[in-house]
């Protein structure tokens, strides 16, 4: 499958946290449960990505999203709750979106390691706030909140060491590339958010900085064609 930026939109995550937490969540009616959690959580990835999140206080969310300390109590019982049901989606957003590639992408290794980095960035650019907090904050977490963090990291290096060990094994990669290959993809793919003023200030385009990664990470694994 295509990348689809409209699983990721704000409608869409916030429709699968409602869903993921229906028993916990005390609103009954869906379409006002939506229309709030989506206020709420913009609120918060707001003021944590410019404040930080530990810095942010359930008062300083309630002002910013109009919402009364007794209506955010309906969805969370501490920031501590919110912060989960924030991390899970990302790396909910991140299993859903890179697990599944189409079968001839799976099928032809080059093409799915090249397929995994466009998708990642894709991915992150419709989710820039949310990734950029789960980066970003990730050090200030507590510590079991800190492992839901790296968990989505985890996810996308395994999928593009999958990608690489089948290249290797069908000879499309060469044999001594390094095993470090995916931990140094991840970084690579992260920097478009992480460091976004930079690209921004270089009017880079994503898909010149799709393309760049691509061109690097193939001259360090793709083997030369056998000479005639």
């Known amino acids: 499958m295509t990348f689809d930026a409209q699983t990721c939109s704000i409608d869409a995550l916030c429709a699968f946290m409602l869903d993921r937490h229906r028993d916990t969540i005390g609103v009954q009616k869906p379409e006002f449960a939506l229309r709030k959690l989506k206020v709420i959580v913009t609120a918060a990835l707001d003021l944590s990505n410019r404040k930080g999140f ?67 960035v894709r991915l992150t650019e419709a989710m820039l706030p949310w990734f950029t907090f789960a980066f970003m ?31 290797i094994a069908t000879g499309v990669f060469r044999r001594d590339t390094s095993p470090l290959l995916p931990a140094l993809i991840k970084p690579l793919v992260q920097d478009w958010y992480v460091k976004r003023p930079k690209y921004r200030r270089r009017n880079t385009a994503m898909h010149t900085y799709i393309d760049t990664v691509q061109t690097i990470v193939l001259a360090a694994c793709e083997a030369k064609p056998a000479q005639a």
Request: charged residues 20%; hydrophobic residues 45%.
């Open 54 to 120: 530990q810095a942010m206080s359930l008062r300083d969310l309630s002002k910013a999203s109009g919402v009364s300390m007794g209506g955010l109590y309906a969805y969370f019982d501490s920031k501590t709750t919110l912060l989960k049901m924030i991390l899970t989606e990302v790396t909910a957003a991140v299993h859903r979106t890179l697990s599944d590639p189409p079968a001839a992408i799976v099928a032809d290794p080059r093409a799915h390691l090249l397929w995994l980095i466009d998708t990642h």
């Open 137 to 167: 904050e990730a050090k200030n977490f507590p510590a079991s909140e800190r492992r839901m963090a790296t968990q989505s990291e985890e996810l996308t290096e395994g999928y593009l060491a999958a990608a690489v060990t089948a290249g």
